[in-house]
T-cell receptor, first 114, second 111 residues
Framework: DTEVTQTPKHLVMGMTNKKSLKCEQH?????MYWYKQKAKKPPELMFV???????INESVPSRFSPECPNSSLLNLHLHALQPEDSALYLC?????????????FGDGTRLSIL | SQQGEEDPQALSIQEGENATMNCSYK?????LQWYRQNSGRGLVHLIL?????REKHSGRLRVTLDTSKKSSSLLITASRAADTASYFC???????????FGKGNQVVVIP
């Protein structure tokens, strides 16, 4: 079992739908991340939150909207997605200091856009 | 330029054999990490080696780092079927608060 919990595990949505991905950790980590991973590729960083504030946005399209309601929760709101957005979305957390801190990953949400 | 770029190899070995994979990178780093990803799962942190370290061990894992060559290797000794996974190196570059993942190596251990 992973210490970072992501829900749902699978999501199928149409291009006009609005949905949200959720991530939760109770390790006291103050940095949380969203990654996108395509099949047989490495994870690509999307967003970083540090102390509940957005610190890095890797030029992600506005149809992806992150939210960090508190230090344990991270959401990714989805709206008007495109078929190429189908991927595995991974959440991770770490202690705030980037250098020398391993990241703990959830098992991801597998997203399919129809 | 891509950080943490592994040699593009897929490895297929018999159980009990050793598996070695390499990673190269292009800029100065604070540390280098290795992660494992089993099919359909998230990444699991295996080991972290700092830029001032040359070798590190954790159980059946041995990691080396050569900062002069900007390269690292991961050795898994006495492999098991459960070691079948993709392995990614990731670099934490100086002045760049993000991990850069390499392309990954697929390892298949045949029972």
């Amino acid at each position: 079992d992973t210490e970072v919990t992501q829900t749902p595990k699978h999501l199928v949505m149409g291009m006009t739908n609005k949905k949200s991905l959720k991530c939760e950790q109770h390790m006291g980590h103050r940095a949380m991340y969203w990654y996108k991973q395509k099949a047989k590729k490495p994870p690509e960083l999307m967003f970083v939150y540090s102390y509940e504030k957005l610190s890095i946005n890797e030029s992600v399209p506005s149809r992806f909207s992150p939210e960090c309601p508190n230090s344990s929760l991270l959401n990714l709101h989805l709206h008007a997605l495109q078929p190429e957005d189908s991927a595995l979305y991974l959440c991770a957390s770490s202690q705030v200091d980037f250098s020398g801190q391993p990241q703990h990953f959830g098992d991801g949400t597998r997203l399919s856009i129809l | 330029s891509q950080q943490g770029e592994e040699d593009p190899q897929a490895l297929s070995i018999q159980e009990g054999e050793n598996a070695t994979m390499n990673c190269s990178y292009k800029t100065s780093i604070n540390n280098l990490q290795w992660y494992r990803q089993n099919s359909g799962r998230g990444l699991v942190h295996l080991i972290l080696i700092r830029s001032n370290e040359r070798e590190k061990h954790s159980g059946r894992l041995r990691v080396t780092l050569d900062t002069s060559k900007k390269s690292s290797s991961l050795l898994i000794t006495a492999s098991r079927a459960a070691d079948t996974a993709s392995y990614f190196c990731a670099t934490d570059a100086r002045g760049n608060n993000r991990l850069a993942f390499g392309k990954g190596n697929q390892v298949v251990v045949i029972p």
